[in-house]
Nanobody, 124 residues
Framework: QVQLVESGGGLVQAGGSLRLSCAAS????????MGWFRQAPGKEREFVAA????????SYTDSVKGRFSISRDNAKNTLYLQMNSLKPEDTAAYYC?????????????????WGQGTQVTVSS
């Protein structure tokens, strides 16, 4: 099993930046593709970004392309999400997730382990 703990959320003004982290423990972090998802109040959970086991391949939802950057440090067992040019519509609880599958999934069903989430609030 893998335990995931997110951090780095908070309140930021529109146009600002935040860096989310996801610390992993348990089985070998580098064995998992990783993803970030978010869920706003009253809305369904949505895919944000994913990264391959090696970190070479990434995938983003269209609404965050050019603003968000996913990365990982396998030596530190940590996943990151750098979020720039934040907008009020980015307000949500952000979750990291680990997938044992050998592809970058965009659906929650592709992920096996989930963190508890960290809240990001962007004020206008």
């Amino acid at each position: 099993q893998v335990q995931l703990v997110e951090s780095g959320g908070g309140l930021v003004q529109a146009g600002g930046s935040l860096r989310l982290s996801c610390a992993a423990s348990g089985r070998t972090f580098s064995s998992y593709a990783m993803g970030w998802f978010r869920q706003a109040p009253g809305k369904e959970r949505e895919f944000v970004a994913a990264i391959s086991r090696s970190g070479v391949t990434t995938s983003y939802t269209d609404s965050v392309k050019g603003r968000f950057s996913i990365s990982r440090d396998n030596a530190k067992n940590t996943l990151y999400l750098q979020m720039n040019s934040l907008k009020p519509e980015d307000t949500a609880a952000y979750y990291c997730a680990a997938s044992a599958r050998n592809y970058l999934g965009r659906g929650g069903y592709a992920y096996d382990y989930w963190g508890q989430g960290t809240q990001v609030t962007v004020s206008s």
